[in-house]
Structure formats: structure tokens, C-alpha cells
């Protein structure tokens, strides 16, 4: 992997990270260990395992686009979708993704301002 593009992951990472932290008041470390070893997840919040993906171009968008257009005041939009031989996959607004989890993930009073996040 190219130095630009680790780069531009890691920073993806804190910033999501960072996300997390003002929405559920949480810390979340970056898994340091995905850099040695194949298949380990980017961040680690409860029992989720956050893959932070940053590309130039990913198709998703257009049926976000799509599924925000229809929705009604009031509604969230998510999108499911499945490639051919693979899982389904539900995709929502990081935001909707947050006031969901925020239910099941309480903040942790000892946590501080993230630094980095790593």
C-alpha cells in the first residue's frame, strides 16, 4: 500500500473515530494491529468492528441518493443491497448509524477528548 493511502486511511479513521466520540461521548483507539496482520477491523467499538473505507468513487452514494429523495419527513433512509454471491450489506448516514447506537452504547465518563484517536 502506497504511503498516500495509508495516510488518507488513517486520517479517515480518526475522523471517524472523532465522529463517534461527539455523538456517544466514547473513545475509540485505532486497532494499530491492522497494519501487521491481514484481516483485523480498523476501530473497535463494543462489540463492533468499524472497516473505515475512503475512496474517490464508490457507487453506494447513487442509491443513498436515491433512498434519501424518497424518503418522507421523518423517515431514515437506509439502502441493503447484495452483489451476486455475497452478503447483504445495510448502509445508512453515519449520523442515523450514531442516534441508533447511542441506545446501546453508554458514554463513558472517564473518557476525555480524543487526541488523534489513536
Not at 500500500?1 to 466520540?21: C, D, L, P, Q, W
Not at 472497516?51 to 439502502?79: H, L, N
Request: charged share 35%; glycine share 6%.
Amino acid at each position: 500500500m502506497a504511503k498516500i493511502s495509508r495516510v488518507r486511511g488513517a486520517t479517515y479513521e480518526r475522523e471517524v473515530a472523532n465522529e463517534i466520540f461527539d455523538a456517544l461521548g466514547v473513545r475509540i483507539k485505532r486497532n494499530l494491529k491492522q497494519y501487521q496482520q491481514k484481516d483485523e477491523g480498523d476501530l473497535i467499538l463494543g462489540d463492533y468492528l468499524i472497516e473505515c473505507k475512503r475512496r474517490r468513487k464508490i457507487a453506494v452514494y447513487e442509491f443513498m441518493d436515491q433512498a434519501d429523495a424518497s424518503c418522507e419527513y421523518g423517515q431514515t433512509p437506509i439502502v441493503i443491497m447484495r452483489a451476486d454471491g455475497e452478503k447483504s450489506l445495510a448502509v445508512m448516514h453515519l449520523p442515523d448509524l450514531l442516534k441508533l447506537l447511542r441506545e446501546e452504547i453508554p458514554p463513558d465518563p472517564e473518557q476525555d477528548v480524543p487526541q488523534g484517536a489513536d
